[in-house]
């Protein structure tokens, strides 16, 4: 059997987290920028899933192929990283200077890499300017409006809205990233990890890295956002939340109940688990 106990995989996850944290400024920038680049293409198909079946739910089904080739190739996303370098500081195998610099660097790799392949996807979608509307267009402008727009009308309230959302996203997207660790097996893999990275979709939370590419896309095609827009109102309070969902709910928490068991713990359980034989008198 391919199962990987949740003892060993939190232990795998961190042993990861380290790795990461060893990774070269050069290697974070494009593994990162590729990240960022399939998470564009994951989006552009979900969000034509969505558009010619009219079914919210096709799409968010669709997502999580992106998150399936960052995975197994081993990329730099840095929302997943909000709970893997944490976690292995937690367990003393990297410092915190070490977690900050996998954070910033793969930050940059992905925001690069997103905003190329809005460029690009931009590029494809309205001709290079020629073209000012349609379905793509529509559902891109829409739904970067709604995800600062809708926010900046309500507030303070709107702020607390987008980090709370962020913080269920990346609650989701960290727990999908541990679960690639969960089989051995590239099928058991993608099934894991699958399952959370749909849900979080589906329920339309945010996450940082979609949303360097659909915000400065929409820009692009005309959107009624400014860039102050974007960072004041998604970027920066979707970050932050991002980080608290993926470093408190996955990271610290599965650190927490899966610690390994200490010599004097295991000897105590083999003493509360021997039968002890009966008397012959």
Known sequence: MDYIKPEQLVEDVAKTGAYKASLSIKDLLIKGGLAGAYLGFATTLAFTAATETKLGIVGA?????GFVLILLLGLELVTGNFAMLPLARLRGLISCKDVFYNFYWAFIGNLLGSFFYGILFYITVTKLGHVTDGVMIEKIIAVAEGKTIAYKSLGSDGMILSVTKAILCNWLVTLGAFMAFVSSSVIGKIAAM?????IFFAHGFEHAVVNMFVLPTAILMGADI???DWWVWNQIPVTIGNFIGGFLFTGLSLHLVNKKKSRSENNLSIVTNTQVPKSDA
């Open 226 to 228: 400014t860039v102050t």
């Open 61 to 65: 089904f669709v997502f999580p192929v």
């Open 194 to 198: 699958w399952l959370p990275v749909f």
